[in-house]
């Protein structure tokens, strides 16, 4: 019970949405504090105060998401976006190497391999990926839940098909991280947007890549990608970072001095604990949609519900205060931490009347 009673207090004091708020699988909420946090970094940057605490947000933040993923620090990249990181992968891939995908997965996880043009990019259904692993897959690519419908992959069946072939495995947590709990050291490479589920600003995406570096050039590399950065701000960088840093962007340092609150909650608040409060919701709009008459596209398991045929609803849902997104003719409801039975019941009885 006081673990409960903790958990709502915390997420009274951080949130007072003023809508009935179902779409973090688009763009979290911020909680008050990175709100504070945001204002703070502006007014530092308007009164030509010293830039070093924003510097050490962006430190704060790759620690914060290292232990949410399960990786030592030295693993973990920071950039901008997915799209950016799974082009880093897509430049290390050798000419004619074969990339399994799911089909109608998120753009950021697909393309950068599909513009490459002289790669073997194969996609099967999101149930068949594990199946579809074959000798001679280099690398196996997906989102943990998808964007669409939140469909969760079978991740353990994923990683051991690409062990018992010799694939390397990519993996995008974004629709995921902060409400599932993540195993990030069971792949070689795994990427996270911040702005939905770990509810940050948007400007920040992470990288972790192996030990090793998993044969990874850093193409996008600049001057924070040294070893000692600020000795690297002219010609070429003389030592790349010991680290996965070597594969970091210039930082947006607003988002990060914003996010490392955001992490901050998420930590305190604890993932299990997360996952359990959206997986309820989650489940209590499955049953409702059932006695209304509708079957929800099968994602057991997700925060993520996806309603075939209900998409079009999405404009009058929203002028109701009720916002929800609208993917491909399906209505798609997201559950966080902020939202409550209320929210669920408030939208079944607008889907009802």
Known sequence: METTQ????????????????????????LPARTVAALHEAAVLRAEGRPLTPLHEDVEACRAAYARLAGVPVTRVATG????????????????????????D???????PFHVRGDLKVRAVPLERIAESVRPGTALVAVSAAQSA???????????????????????????????LPMA???????????FKWLLGPHGAAFLVVPEDFGGLTPVLAGWVAGEAPWDSCYGPVQELARSARRFDLTPALFTFAGLRRSLELIEELGV?????????????FRAGLADLG??????????????????GRQGELSRAGIEVSDRAGNLRAAFHLYNTPDDVDRLLAALAG
Not at 6 to 29: I, K, Q
Not at 165 to 177: C, N, P
Not at 295 to 310: F, Q
Request: negative net charge; hydrophobic residues 45%.
């Open 6 to 29: 903790t958990f709502d207090r915390l997420v009274r004091a951080e949130f007072a949405p003023r809508s009935t708020y179902l779409n973090t699988a688009s763009n979290g909420l």
């Open 80 to 103: 901008a976006s997915v799209a950016a990181h799974t082009g880093v992968i897509a430049a290390s891939l050798p000419a004619g190497a074969e990339v399994l995908t799911a089909e």
């Open 294 to 311: 509708h079957t929800p596209v099968p994602a057991p398991g997700s925060a993520i519900v996806s309603v075939p045929g209900l998409g």
């Open 105 to 111: 997965d998120f753009t950021s996880v697909l393309n």
């Open 272 to 284: 299990a604990a997360v996952h359990a409060h959206d997986v309820a919701l989650a489940d209590r």
């Open 184 to 194: 990030a050291d069971a792949f070689d490479f795994s990427a996270s947007v911040s």
């Open 149 to 179: 419908d939140g469909r969760v992959v079978d991740l353990p069946a994923l990683r051991e098909a690409a062990r018992e072939h010799g694939a390397r495995t990519y993996v995008d947590f974004s629709q995921s991280a902060g409400w």
